[in-house]
């Protein structure tokens, strides 16, 4: 699954946003992470392409099964490695960044075994 680091961003940004309200649009993600129109219509378009989603008549954005897998990898990263520095004794606010970060290069194995030690 070949994906940048700015589409898992965004992948987790709409599983974010569905948890809240199951019906997302690009302007609810917008509004999410700040970023501009344009770069999220762009973002919404290689998704799209790649298969990670769909966009109905009425701008709803939905996973495909491929999407909402791989966006649920990525927040399962996220979740571990900010309860992992958490744990450390890392700030709160800082763990959540540094996670942001490494959920998007750490490889599979690494990750499991941290899972495991680490009871998370």
């Given at each position: 699954?070949?994906?940048?680091?700015?589409?898992?961003?965004?992948?987790?940004?709409?599983?974010?946003?569905?948890?809240?309200?199951?019906?997302?649009?690009?302007i609810d993600?917008?509004?999410?992470?700040?970023?501009?129109?344009?770069?999220?219509?762009?973002?919404?378009?290689?998704?799209?392409?790649?298969?990670?989603?769909?966009?109905?008549d009425a701008?709803?954005?939905?996973?495909?099964?491929?999407?909402?897998?791989?966006?649920?990898?990525?927040?399962?990263?996220?979740?571990?490695?900010?309860?992992?520095?958490?744990?450390?004794?890392?700030?709160?606010?800082?763990?959540?960044?540094?996670?942001?970060?490494i959920e998007?290069?750490?490889?599979?194995?690494?990750?499991?075994?941290?899972?495991?030690?680490?009871?998370?």
């Amino acid at each position: 699954m070949n994906i940048h680091e700015s589409g898992e961003m965004y992948l987790e940004s709409i599983l974010v946003l569905k948890k809240q309200n199951p019906q997302v649009r690009a302007i609810d993600i917008v509004n999410h992470t700040g970023y501009s129109k344009p770069s999220v219509s762009r973002a919404l378009r290689i998704l799209k392409k790649d298969g990670f989603i769909t966009v109905d008549d009425a701008g709803f954005i939905s996973f495909t099964e491929k999407g909402e897998h791989h966006a649920s990898v990525i927040m399962e990263r996220h979740t571990v490695l900010t309860k992992l520095f958490i744990q450390l004794g890392i700030d709160e606010k800082i763990a959540s960044e540094d996670a942001c970060k490494i959920e998007h290069v750490i490889s599979n194995e690494t990750f499991q075994t941290i899972k495991e030690k680490f009871n998370l």
